[in-house]
């Protein structure tokens, strides 16, 4: 079981930049490949971005490739998502979630546990 909780949303001009945090619970979370999703009122949910268990392999959507980067530390049972140069596109309610078992990165049913978001907003 792992629990997994987001943090560093907020309200943020275009053009700027925010840091997110997902902590997880659990021993086991050096062994989970862990994603970013986002949801815009009235979307879908969808994959941002994602890292291996080891942080060795990441993977982005397109939209943010080149201004997002994932990163982790399993010391410290912690997934980040920085985010530069963003857009008023980029608002949205941003999730981290955890695969037990590696089945790909874009699809939100591949992932056995999720956080509860946290909302960054975009100011033009």
């Known amino acids: 079981q792992v629990q997994l909780v987001e943090s560093g949303g907020g309200l943020v001009q275009a053009g700027g930049s925010l840091r997110l945090s997902c902590a997880a619970s659990?021993?086991?979370?050096?062994?989970?490949?862990m994603g970013w999703f986002r949801q815009a009122p009235g979307k879908e949910r969808e994959f941002v971005a994602g890292i291996s268990w080891s942080g060795g392999t990441t993977y982005y959507a397109d939209s943010v490739k080149g201004r997002f980067t994932i990163s982790r530390d399993n010391a410290k049972n912690t997934v980040y998502l920085q985010m530069n140069s963003l857009k008023p596109e980029d608002t949205a309610v941003y999730y981290c979630?955890?695969?037990?078992?590696?089945?790909?990165?874009?699809?939100?049913?591949?992932?056995?546990?999720w956080g509860q978001g946290t909302q960054v907003t975009l100011s033009s």
């Open positions: 979630a955890a695969q037990s078992l590696f089945v790909g990165w874009r699809n939100p049913t591949g992932y056995n546990y």
């Open positions: 659990g021993r086991t979370f050096s062994s989970y490949a």
